[in-house]
């Protein structure tokens, strides 16, 4: 069993940033792949990032490739998502999720992944 909580989320003009940081409960946390997905309203929940357990290897949808960087700490239980030149369309709540248990890369779509966190809404003003 893995508990997430994300923080970091909140209100940026847009050209802003914001980091993301999403910290897991328990001692198992390296034996977990990492995702970031986003849902704004109305929408279906859809994939932003992911990182292998390591954190040797990382995969971007298109929308966030060059503006954001995932990255994880597996001493602090930690990953992150920083987040850079933020637009008005980036606008949603932010989950953290962690994949099955020794998959170094669960996927992009949310039923590829085990656990996830509550959210943390991110607003992107114009």
């Known amino acids: 069993q893995v508990q997430l909580v994300e923080s970091g989320g909140g209100l940026v003009q847009a050209g802003g940033s914001l980091r993301l940081s999403c910290l897991a409960s328990?001692?198992?946390?390296?034996?977990?792949?990492m995702g970031w997905f986003r849902q704004a309203t109305g929408k279906e929940r859809e994939f932003v990032a992911a990182?292998?357990?390591?954190?040797?290897?990382?995969y971007y949808a298109d929308s966030a490739k060059g503006r954001f960087t995932i990255s994880r700490d597996n001493a602090k239980n930690t990953v992150y998502l920083q987040m850079n030149s933020l637009k008005p369309e980036d606008t949603a709540v932010y989950y953290c999720a962690a994949g099955p248990p020794f998959s170094d890369y669960p996927g992009v779509r949310p039923y590829d992944y085990n656990y996830w966190g509550q959210g943390t809404q991110v607003t992107v003003s114009r």
């Open positions: 990182i292998s357990r390591s954190g040797g290897n990382t």
């Open positions: 328990g001692r198992t946390f390296s034996r977990y792949a």
